[in-house]
C-alpha cells in the first residue's frame, strides 16, 4: 500500500473520484444486465432498506479512520517539535562555561542538515539506516561525549550534555517509529469494500431511472471518492501527500548557522 500512500494529492483526488464514478456506472449498467425482467420490481425493495445501513457503516468507519489519520499528522508534527527542542536543549547546554562549543554545534548543524536532506521522505524516514545520517550522529556523539569527559567541565556539566544529547537521540529514535507506521490493510479493506457497496446499492436505486435522474448519485459517489483519497493522503505523513512539515528543525539550524546559541546579534 506504500506505493499507493505515497501518490500526489490531486492523483489520489481524480482517482478516487474516477473509481467511485466508474463503480456507480458498472453499478447501474450491471443491475440492467444481470437481474432477470421479472425481478427487477425486487430489486428497490431490497436496495432501499439497505441503503441507511450501508451509509451508517461507511461514515463510522471513514470517521473513525479520518480522525485517527489526522490525529496522527499532528502526533508527527509533535514529534518534529520535540526533536527540535532536545536539539535547541544540546546548543544551549554547549554554551556553558569552560566548554568548547564549536564542535558542538559544528557536528549538531551537520546532523541537523543532513537529517533534513537524506532522512526526511520516502523509505529512508522510515528505516533510519540512513549512512550519511548515521555518520553524522555518530560524530555529534562524539564530540559531546568527549567534552562532557574533560574534568574542567565538571559532572553537572557533563550530565547535561550527556542528557542533551540522549534527548535528541531519542527524539530520533521516535520519528523512525513513528515514519515506519502504516495503517492496517484489512482495515484499509474493509472502508473500501463498504464504500464501493455504497456506491453500488446506489446505483441499483436508480438502475431504471433515465440518465440525468441517475446524476443523483454522484453526490455518494464523489464523497466516497473523496474521503478514500483523503485517507490514502493523510496515512504516510513521511512518503504521502503531506510531509510533515520540518521548519522546527530548520529554525534551529538557521540559529546554528546565524550564531543565536553563542550570543552573536
Request: aromatic content about 6%; charged content about 15%.
Amino acid at each position: 500500500m506504500n506505493w499507493l500512500t505515497s501518490l500526489p494529492a490531486v492523483v489520489l483526488v481524480v482517482g478516487g473520484l474516477l473509481l467511485a464514478l466508474l463503480v456507480a456506472a458498472v453499478a447501474r449498467v450491471g443491475v440492467r444486465a444481470l437481474v432477470p425482467v421479472e425481478e427487477r420490481d425486487r430489486v428497490p425493495q431490497i436496495a432501499t432498506p439497505l441503503m441507511p445501513t450501508l451509509g451508517a457503516a461507511f461514515a463510522i468507519f471513514a470517521a473513525l479512520t479520518l480522525a485517527s489519520e489526522a490525529g496522527y499528522l499532528r502526533e508527527a508534527e509533535g514529534l518534529v517539535s520535540d526533536e527540535a527542542a532536545a536539539a535547541s536543549r544540546l546548543a544551549w547546554a554547549a554554551t556553558s562555561p569552560r566548554v568548547q562549543s564549536e564542535p558542538i554545534h559544528a557536528a549538531l548543524l551537520e546532523y541537523l542538515q543532513t537529517t533534513r536532506a537524506r532522512e526526511w521522505e520516502a523509505t529512508t524516514a522510515a528505516s533510519g539506516d540512513n549512512p550519511a545520517t548515521a555518520r553524522a550522529i555518530a560524530r555529534l556523539e562524539r564530540s559531546v561525549r568527549a567534552e562532557a569527559a574533560r574534568p574542567e567541565v565538571g559532572t553537572p556539566t557533563g550530565t547535561e550534555l550527556v542528557a542533551s544529547m540522549d534527548g535528541v537521540t531519542s527524539s530520533r529514535r521516535a520519528r523512525v517509529a513513528a515514519a515506519s507506521r502504516d495503517v492496517p490493510a484489512l482495515y484499509v479493506v474493509t472502508l473500501v469494500v463498504s464504500g464501493l457497496a455504497l456506491i453500488v446499492n446506489s446505483g441499483a436505486l436508480v438502475f431504471r431511472s433515465s440518465l440525468r435522474t441517475s446524476l443523483l448519485i454522484v453526490g455518494v459517489a464523489s464523497v466516497v471518492g473523496l474521503s478514500l483519497a483523503l485517507l490514502f493522503a493523510l496515512s504516510a505523513p513521511w512518503s504521502g501527500a503531506f510531509i510533515v512539515s520540518g521548519h522546527p528543525l530548520d529554525a534551529t539550524i538557521g540559529d546554528l548557522k546565524s550564531g543565536f546559541f553563542d550570543g552573536v546579534p
